[in-house]
C-alpha cells in the first residue's frame, strides 16, 4: 500500500495554525518577561541574600528542575483550586512558564554573576554606589552578556516545553494542531506540519533574542 | 464513596512510577546506542553524513518531544505498525535521547586537541583504533557529566508519555486525581516521586562535574 | 647556547656526511599543497638518503611544517608524489596509508602524550595494536627505549607528572618504538623552556649518530649547523636554498636568506 500524504487539507487550516503560533509566542514572551525577573531576582537573593533566603531560592530551584513541566502545570492548574485559586488555563500556563523558566534562569545567572571580577565590585562599592546600584549597573549587564546563549536555549526549550499546555486546553500551536486533526482526520500530517512549524518558531525565536539581546539589554 | 488514605494514593504511584523507570532506562538505553552510531557517522569525514546527523539532531532539539510522540504514535500507525502507547513511547523517547546525547558526545570530543588525532595517526593507528584507545577515553571522561545530568531530563521526558496514554507517574496521577478529587495531594506525590528520582542524579552530575574538572 | 658533549658534537665542512649510496629513502616530487586559493607548497622537489640529516629552515608561514607533515599525510596535498621507503602516499587507501606511517615517525611542538595513559602504556600502545608485538617483548623494548631517552624510572608515571623536556624525550621514545625509518621532528623544542632544550636535543643528537634518517623543522640554528648534513631554507612555498650548513649559514647565495639569517641576530 502506498504511503499517500495529504498537506493540502492542513494547510486550508492556516488561520488556525497562525492563531495558535501567535498564542505559543505570546506564552513565550511573557514568561521570558517574569521568569527573567524572577530568575534575576532570585540569582540576587542568591548571590548576595540572607541565608534563609538562599536556602528558599535553592530549594525553588532543585524542585522545579528536578521534576516535569507538565507536572508542574497540573499542580498549579488542577492543585491550586483546591486552594480556592482558580485560574484560566491562560493564566496557568503563564504561570507554569514563568515559574519554571525562573528556576533555570536563577541558576544560569548566578553562574554569570560568580564570574564577575571581585575587582569590579571594589572599584563600584569604593565610589559610593548602593548596593543595588552595584548590582543592576556593574554586575548585572556582563552576567547578562556572558551568559545569554545559555539564557537563550533556556527560553527555546520553555517554548518548545509549553506544547503540553494545550493539555490544559490553552489554545497554543499543540492545541491548535489536534484541533486541525480532530476535524481532517489526518493525524499524521497534521502533526508533521505541527512539529515543523514548532521548528520554524524556535528558529526565529533564537534569532531574534541574538539579535535583541546586544542592543536592548546590555550593550555591545 | 470511598475513602482513600495517603498511603493508597503513594502505593498506586509507586507502583506507576515503576514503569517511569522502566521507560527512561530504556529510552537513556536506546539513546546511548543510537547516539553512538550517529557520533561515528558525525566523525566519519563523509559531509553527507554529517550534515544529515546535524539536522537530525536540530529537528529533535528544536521541536517539543510532546509533538515527537505523537508524530510518532500517528505515524508508526500510518506506517503500517501495529503501534501502542508503550511502543511510540519508547521509540520516540529513544530518538530524542539520541539527539541530545551525540550531541553532548560531540561535544566532548571536539574538546580533545587534535594533536591527539594527529599523534596516533602518525604512530600508524587506523581511524577505529584512533578513536576507541586516545580520543574516547579521554572525550568520555569529559562526557561522562552531561551525560548524567541528561538522564534527569530523559526521566522528566517520560511524564510526557502519559499525554499519549501510557500510564505512567504522570498518568496515574491524573488518574488517581480524578478518583480521589484530591488533585493538590497526589500531584505533589507526584511531583516529589520525580524529585526523589531526579535529585540524586542531579547531585550525582554535579560532583562527577566537579572530580572531573 | 646549548650544552653538547664536545665528543658528539661534528659539522663543518669536514663532517663525514652520513649519506649512503643507494635509492633515496624519501623522494618528494613536484609537490603542491594549497588551502582554498592560497597556495603554500609551490612545486617541492627532494631526495633523502638513508641516514641523512636535514634542517629546514625558514620564516613562518613559508611551508616547512606543511612539507614536513605532509610527509606522513597528516595534510593532504593536491598536486605531486611522495615516496617514502618505496611506498607511495595514498590518501584514499588507509590500508597503505597506515603501512607508510609505520615506516615515518613524528615528533610534535606539542608532544601529544596521551594524557590517561602512563608513559610506559604510551610507548607500547602502538607497538601493540599495530605490531602486534607481544606483550613482554613490547614491555622490554618500551624501556629499553626509555632508558635510551633517560627517563627509565618514569615508566609508570603519568605523563601530567613530568617537565616539558621529559614528555617530549617520551614522545621521542613513543615514535622508535616503531622502528620507524624516517624520524619528522616539527618545531620539537619551541614549546620548552630555554633550560629544558638541551636535554631534548640530545637525544635527537644521539637518534642522528646512529643512523637514523632525520627531517626537523627547527629554529635552534646552531644545531642545525652541527648535526645536519644539509639544510633546506624554504621560502614562500619553495625550497630556496639547500645545500651543507657551512655552506648555507656561511655563504648564503641569495638576499632572502641572507636577510633571514640576519633577523635571527637581532
Known amino acids: 500500500m502506498p504511503l499517500q500524504l495529504d498537506f493540502m487539507s492542513i494547510l486550508v487550516q492556516w488561520p488556525l495554525l497562525l492563531r495558535g503560533a501567535a498564542w505559543t509566542i505570546a506564552l513565550t514572551a511573557i514568561a521570558t518577561l517574569l521568569g527573567g525577573m524572577l530568575g534575576i531576582v532570585c540569582a540576587w537573593a542568591r548571590a548576595g541574600g540572607p541565608r534563609a533566603l538562599r536556602w528558599l531560592v535553592g530549594g525553588y530551584v532543585e524542585i522545579i528542575r528536578n521534576t516535569p513541566f507538565i507536572v508542574q502545570l497540573f499542580f498549579i492548574f488542577f492543585g491550586l483550586p483546591e486552594l480556592g485559586i482558580r485560574l484560566s488555563p491562560m493564566t496557568a500556563s503563564i504561570l507554569a512558564m514563568t515559574v519554571n523558566l525562573g528556576a533555570y534562569a536563577t541558576e544560569i545567572l548566578r553562574a554569570g554573576i560568580e564570574a564577575t571580577p571581585r575587582g569590579q565590585i571594589e572599584a563600584a562599592e569604593s565610589l559610593a554606589l548602593t548596593k543595588a546600584q552595584v548590582f543592576t549597573r556593574v554586575v548585572l549587564p556582563p552576567a547578562l552578556k556572558k551568559v545569554w546563549p545559555a539564557l537563550v536555549s533556556q527560553i527555546v526549550i520553555v517554548m518548545l516545553g509549553s506544547a503540553v499546555c494545550g493539555q490544559i486546553s490553552t489554545e497554543e500551536l499543540s492545541y491548535a494542531t489536534n484541533l486541525i486533526q480532530s476535524r481532517n482526520f489526518r493525524a499524521f500530517e497534521t502533526y508533521i506540519v505541527g512539529t515543523l512549524s514548532y521548528l520554524g518558531l524556535a528558529i526565529l525565536v533564537r534569532n531574534l533574542l541574538y539579535w535583541a539581546g546586544p542592543r536592548f539589554l546590555f550593550g555591545r | 464513596m470511598p475513602e482513600f488514605t495517603l498511603w493508597d494514593i503513594v502505593r498506586n504511584l509507586l507502583l506507576a512510577a515503576r514503569w517511569t523507570v522502566a521507560l527512561s532506562f530504556i529510552a537513556f538505553l536506546g539513546g546511548t546506542v543510537f547516539g553512538l552510531l550517529l557520533l561515528l557517522m558525525r566523525l566519519s569525514g563523509r559531509r553527507v553524513l554529517e550534515r544529515l546527523v546535524g539536522i537530525y539532531v536540530q529537528l529533535f532539539q528544536g521541536t517539543p518531544l510532546l509533538m515527537q510522540l505523537f508524530l510518532l504514535y500517528f505515524g508508526l500507525a500510518v506506517m503500517g505498525v501495529n503501534t501502542s502507547a508503550w511502543l511510540a513511547a519508547c521509540v520516540a523517547l529513544t530518538l530524542y535521547a539520541s539527539a541530545y546525547l551525540t550531541e553532548i558526545w560531540r561535544g566532548a570530543v571536539a574538546a580533545i586537541p587534535r594533536g ?98 | 647556547m646549548i650544552a653538547v658533549p664536545e665528543s658528539v658534537a661534528k659539522g663543518g665542512p669536514s663532517a663525514e656526511p652520513h649519506t649512503q649510496v643507494g635509492a633515496p629513502i624519501l623522494r618528494i616530487t613536484a609537490l603542491r599543497k594549497s588551502y582554498g586559493t592560497h597556495e603554500v607548497l609551490r612545486g617541492i622537489d627532494l631526495d633523502v638518503m638513508r641516514g641523512e640529516v636535514l634542517a629546514i629552515i625558514g620564516k613562518s608561514g613559508s611551508g616547512k611544517s606543511t612539507l614536513l607533515r605532509c610527509i606522513n599525510g597528516l595534510e593532504v596535498f593536491q598536486h605531486g608524489s611522495l615516496i617514502v621507503d618505496g611506498k607511495h602516499l595514498l590518501y584514499d587507501n588507509p590500508k597503505a596509508m597506515r603501512d607508510l606511517r609505520q615506516g615515518v615517525g613524528m615528533i610534535f611542538q606539542n608532544f601529544n602524550l596521551f594524557p590517561h595513559l602512563s608513559v610506559g602504556r604510551n610507548v607500547m600502545l602502538a607497538p601493540h595494536l599495530v605490531k602486534k608485538r607481544p606483550g613482554a617483548e613490547n614491555d622490554a623494548r618500551a624501556r629499553q627505549l626509555l632508558a635510551r631517552v633517560g627517563l627509565a624510572e618514569k615508566f609508570d608515571a603519568m605523563p601530567d607528572k613530568l617537565s616539558g623536556g621529559q614528555q617530549q624525550r617520551v614522545a621521542i621514545a613513543r615514535a622508535l618504538a616503531m622502528d620507524p625509518a624516517i624520524m619528522l621532528c616539527d618545531e620539537i623544542t619551541s614549546a620548552l623552556d630555554p633550560e629544558l632544550v638541551g636535554e631534548v636535543l640530545r637525544v635527537v643528537e644521539s637518534l642522528a649518530d646512529e643512523g637514523m634518517t632525520l627531517l626537523m623543522v627547527t629554529h635552534e640554528m646552531s644545531f642545525a649547523r652541527k648535526v645536519a648534513d644539509r639544510v633546506i631554507f624554504m621560502h614562500q612555498g619553495l625550497v630556496h636554498e639547500i645545500g651543507p650548513p657551512a655552506e648555507l649559514f656561511g655563504a648564503p647565495r641569495t638576499p632572502e636568506l641572507r636577510q633571514f639569517l640576519s633577523s635571527l641576530h637581532d
Not at chain 2, 116 to 123: D, K, M, Y
Not at chain 2, 149 to 162: D, I, N, R, Y
Not at chain 2, 181 to 191: F, G, R, S
Request: net charge positive; hydrophobic share 55%; with cysteine.
Open chain 2, 116 to 213: 591527539q588525532w594527529e599523534a596516533s595517526a602518525s604512530l600508524a593507528l587506523s581511524f577505529g583504533q584512533q578513536f576507541r584507545h586516545i580520543i574516547l577515553p579521554q572525550a568520555l571522561r569529559i562526557a561522562v557529566a552531561p551525560t548524567v545530568g541528561f538522564l534527569v531530563q530523559v526521566v522528566k521526558g517520560t511524564a510526557l508519555a502519559s499525554v499519549i496514554g501510557f500510564v505512567e507517574l504522570t498518568k496515574a496521577g491524573g488518574m488517581i486525581a480524578n478518583v480521589t478529587y484530591e488533585p493538590m495531594l497526589t500531584y505533589a506525590c507526584v511531583a516529589a516521586m520525580y524529585f526523589v528520582l531526579c535529585f540524586p542524579i542531579s547531585l550525582y552530575a554535579r560532583a562527577l562535574e566537579r572530580k572531573l574538572a
